[in-house]
């Protein structure tokens, strides 16, 4: 017994580790299809260790029959096709922007508002939030749940695969053309992303702050709380995988930094990694393809009453995306809020 799932976006990076963590975690499905643009159609995709699937062209595809859709393929191409799956009965998990701040989709991480999936059939579709505002989150929870967090304050140090396989491939690009003294010129990002950091993600908007940290406060307040101030700086690094973040909370009650990483210690999801000594924290280098995200150099915040500092990293393609959506239709399946599965 099993169900019906699409992967649309095969091709692209998240796409390949949804395929990918669906056959890990053996979500059980009776048939699956990779979907992509009509220029990637019979492209093969691995799944599993030995299955490989024929990409099809999404705009052809009919959703009719299939259970679950799986969507990273932009917010563009979502806007398009995640409704037109939806009104043909497939449930939509999807990881691009276009739905997340909609009040009748449920943005969710499965261990920090499961609750919220209740709501999914106002319109067939649930948000994967963003991959920074998803690993932080999902170490706020547990803090805010013992002490309530009132405020947050986060800088990010964001990987180049935030962009996309092209991301990626200008970073390394740009390395080897500074060590061969050729001439560097940004596609991707604002400025050369190598040996450098470029303190911009996504458009500016109109106070100065831009949208990438726009999205870490307004998906934090529907996530978690609404009365949580948050301030964001989001920067890009020249890391391949893995998302860092430096976070300062506030809280409304005492809280030292013995009982927030006894309290970390026993969330889902997280692995606390802090050793005050050289080495004993955890850094995207080693914490790419794993599962958890980690938190290190747990302290107090002198600068504020009730203040906690902590390192937190995680894989941005595993929970910050791929791995986050299958957990949606993990808690789906654990909820009984899917249909009966069928029969292989």
Not at 97 to 103: A, G, I, L, N, W
Not at 295 to 307: A, Y
């Amino acid at each position: 017994m099993g169900y019906r799932v699409a992967v649309v976006g095969a091709t692209g990076a998240v796409g390949r580790e949804m395929l990918k963590t669906l056959a890990e975690r053996r979500f059980p499905i009776t048939d699956i299809v990779a979907l992509a643009s009509g220029r990637s159609t019979g492209t093969e995709i691995s799944f599993g260790e030995d299955r490989v699937l024929k990409c099809q062209n999404l705009e052809k595809f009919d959703f009719r029959g299939w259970d679950i859709a799986l969507f990273s393929p932009g917010a563009a191409i979502s806007a398009i096709h995640a409704p037109r799956a939806a009104e043909a009965g497939c449930v939509v998990i999807d990881n691009t922007s276009q739905f997340r701040m909609d009040p009748d989709v449920p943005l969710v991480v499965p261990e920090v508002n499961p609750q919220a999936l209740a709501g999914w059939r106002k319109k067939g579709i649930i948000a994967n939030p963003n991959c920074s505002t998803i690993q932080m989150v999902l170490a706020l929870k547990p803090l805010h749940d013992e002490f309530t967090i009132k405020r947050v304050s986060v800088a990010t140090y964001q990987s180049v695969s935030g962009a996309g396989k092209e991301g990626m491939d200008e970073l390394f690009s740009n390395s080897r053309a500074l060590f061969v003294n050729d001439p560097v010129t940004p596609q991707q990002f604002t400025k050369n992303i190598a040996y450098n950091v470029i303190p911009h993600i996504d458009v500016f908007m109109d106070d100065g702050s831009t949208k990438e940290e726009w999205k870490m406060v307004v998906e934090t307040k529907k996530i978690l709380d609404p009365a949580i101030a948050v301030m964001a700086t989001c920067v890009r690094v020249p890391v391949f995988i893995g998302h860092s973040l430096a976070i300062h909370a506030e809280f409304a009650n005492a809280v030292t930094a013995g009982e927030a990483r006894a309290t970390l210690r026993d969330a889902p999801g997280i692995t606390v990694l802090d050793v005050r000594e050289d080495g004993g924290y955890a850094t995207p280098a080693e914490t790419a393809g794993e599962d958890d995200v980690y938190v290190s150099r747990i302290r107090k915040d002198p600068t504020v009453p009730h203040g906690i500092a902590f390192w937190c990293v995680g894989d941005n393609l595993r929970k910050g995306a791929a791995l986050n959506a299958v957990q949606i239709a993990e808690s789906l399946v654990a909820q009984n809020l899917l249909a009966e599965p069928q029969a292989a």
